[in-house]
Nanobody, 121 residues
Framework: QVQLVESGGGLVQAGGSLRLSCAAS????????MAWYRQAPGNERELVAD???????TYADSVKGRFTISRDNAKNTVYLQMNSLRPEDTAVYYC???????????????WGQGTQVTVSS
């Protein structure tokens, strides 16, 4: 089994910064993509940023220039540095990883439990 554990959410004023972390553990042979999604009340879950192994990152238009995703492959960890936060960034942020648990197995999608980010105006 694979577990994703997030940390770093909280309450911040508009214009402030937060850094989210997500560590994957358990049965992991390789990780293809690691990503951050968010879901605000009444909205669908949306992709914020993703990063494939050894590749560049992609971002939602709404966060480009403000958020930065990075990975530490040795630690199976993904980060999301969020700067210039806005009230509309308020949401539950979820970590996602596409993991191959063992050599020869297929990839599975795994999710963290979510961490709340609240930006006050």
């Amino acid at each position: 089994q694979v577990q994703l554990v997030e940390s770093g959410g909280g309450l911040v004023q508009a214009g402030g910064s937060l850094r989210l972390s997500c560590a994957a553990s358990g049965s992991i042979f390789s990780i293809n993509v690691m990503a951050w999604y968010r879901q605000a009340p009444g909205n669908e879950r949306e992709l914020v940023a993703d990063m494939f192994s050894g590749s560049s990152a992609t971002y939602a238009d709404s966060v480009k220039g403000r958020f930065t995703i990075s990975r530490d492959n040795a630690k199976n960890t993904v980060y999301l540095q969020m700067n210039s936060l806005r009230p509309e960034d308020t949401a539950v942020y979820y970590c996602n990883a596409r993991v191959r648990p063992a050599r020869g197995s297929g990839y599975g999608d795994y999710w963290g439990q979510g961490t709340q980010v609240t930006v006050s105006s």
